[in-house]
């Protein structure tokens, strides 16, 4: 009678570490080698550093870093701001709390490409915002909400503001109540049980929501092409990667450039989660038990 002999002891957990680790580095790690090695090769020769020398060079490119700063950290800003009042007041289960996040899920679910076809049908000289501004008397001139950094910024927060409220709703209902409780017996306010107690334990979900945020805020390129001046102010670094890849068919210029807008986000996250640590280095949230 034969046996089947394995040279080691595999443990349960040990069968899915491989296929997780070969999982990442065909989705994360390989993509990401090869278009840094490809930034190194430029299409017309010259040296390893020539279209890193191209972008900041030109100055049709390295604008769009700024221009898509000027968009992304005001729409990270007001996402998180105002995921904290609204999380706060929903942070008890309540019918009230099912339907906003159930309402807040359709954005989430349209995507930014349906968000900003509706913001064109609403928000346009012709919509009916427009015309309801105008038949109220609201405003003189014309309200023009499209096609400009308004438009661009707007579709950030309503793509943008679900994605963090969940978040920080999350972050929120983790903090276990009693503590708030026995502040109150000790005589503190709901500001200061706010500003003592929540506030502190929510900084680090509220750094994660804001990375988060950050990084999808500034990868953005449907908005800023179907509602933004893409030839003008809402030229971001995306437009200028697809441009050089698809326009010039420069995909090693291409890479320099998403290499480059990785390398900015990666700057902004790690100043955000080095500047949570000046606020608080305890644990996650209170915890419920």
Same mark, same amino acid.
């Given at each position: 009678?034969?046996?089947?002999?394995?040279?080691?002891?595999?443990?349960?957990?040990?069968?899915?570490?491989?296929?997780?680790?070969?999982?990442?580095?065909?989705?994360?790690?390989?993509?990401?080698?090869?278009?840094?090695?490809?930034?190194?090769?430029?299409?017309?020769?010259?040296?390893?550093?020539?279209?890193?020398?191209?972008?900041?060079?030109?100055?049709?490119?390295?604008?769009?870093?700024?221009?898509?700063?000027?968009?992304?950290?005001?729409?990270?800003?007001?996402?998180?701001?105002?995921?904290?009042?609204?999380?706060?007041?929903?942070?008890?289960?309540?019918?009230?709390?099912?339907?906003?996040?159930?309402?807040?899920?359709?954005? $989430?679910?349209?995507?930014?490409?349906?968000?900003?076809?509706?913001?064109?049908?609403?928000?346009?000289?012709?919509?009916?915002?427009?015309?309801? $501004?105008?038949?109220?008397?609201?405003?003189?001139?014309?309200?023009?909400?499209?096609?400009?950094?308004?438009?661009?910024?707007?579709?950030?927060?309503?793509?943008?503001?679900?994605?963090?409220?969940?978040?920080?709703?999350?972050?929120?209902?983790?903090?276990?109540?009693?503590?708030?409780?026995?502040?109150?017996?000790?005589?503190?306010?709901?500001?200061?049980?706010?500003?003592?107690?929540?506030?502190?334990?929510?900084?680090?979900?509220?750094?994660?929501?804001?990375?988060?945020?950050?990084?999808?805020?500034?990868?953005?390129?449907?908005?800023?092409?179907?509602?933004?001046?893409?030839?003008?102010?809402?030229?971001?670094?995306?437009?200028?990667?697809?441009?050089?890849?698809?326009?010039?068919?420069?995909?090693?210029?291409?890479?320099?450039?998403?290499?480059?807008?990785?390398?900015?986000?990666?700057?902004?996250?790690?100043?955000?989660?080095?500047?949570?640590?000046?606020?608080?280095?305890?644990?996650?949230?209170?915890?419920?038990?």
């Amino acid at each position: 009678m034969s046996t089947l002999s394995l040279t080691g002891p595999r443990d349960a957990k040990g069968w899915l570490v491989t296929p997780a680790l070969g999982f990442i580095v065909a989705l994360f790690v390989y993509p990401f080698a090869y278009g840094l090695v490809l930034s190194f090769q430029p299409m017309n020769g010259g040296s390893a550093l020539a279209n890193y020398a191209t972008f900041f060079s030109d100055s049709s490119m390295w604008p769009t870093v700024i221009v898509t700063l000027k968009l992304a950290v005001p729409a990270t800003l007001i996402n998180v701001g105002l995921s904290v009042p609204v999380a706060f007041a929903l942070r008890r289960k309540s019918p009230y709390q099912k339907l906003v996040t159930t309402l807040l899920v359709i954005p $989430v679910t349209l995507g930014t490409v349906l968000i900003a076809d509706g913001m064109l049908t609403y928000f346009s000289p012709l919509g009916w915002f427009t015309q309801a $501004v105008n038949a109220l008397h609201l405003y003189g001139g014309e309200v023009r909400l499209t096609h400009n950094y308004w438009g661009v910024l707007i579709s950030l927060v309503v793509s943008g503001f679900p994605f963090a409220f969940l978040l920080t709703l999350s972050y929120v209902t983790g903090i276990d109540p009693t503590l708030a409780r026995a502040a109150a017996t000790l005589g503190a306010s709901p500001w200061q049980q706010f500003r003592q107690i929540y506030l502190p334990l929510l900084v680090p979900g509220l750094t994660m929501a804001a990375c988060l945020s950050f990084v999808q805020a500034f990868s953005v390129f449907p908005s800023a092409v179907l509602l933004g001046a893409p030839a003008g102010p809402t030229r971001v670094i995306s437009i200028a990667a697809a441009e050089a890849a698809f326009e010039s068919y420069d995909y090693s210029l291409a890479s320099t450039i998403a290499i480059i807008m990785g390398f900015v986000q990666l700057i902004v996250v790690a100043a955000m989660l080095g500047a949570r640590r000046m606020f608080y280095t305890g644990p996650v949230t209170g915890g419920k038990g």
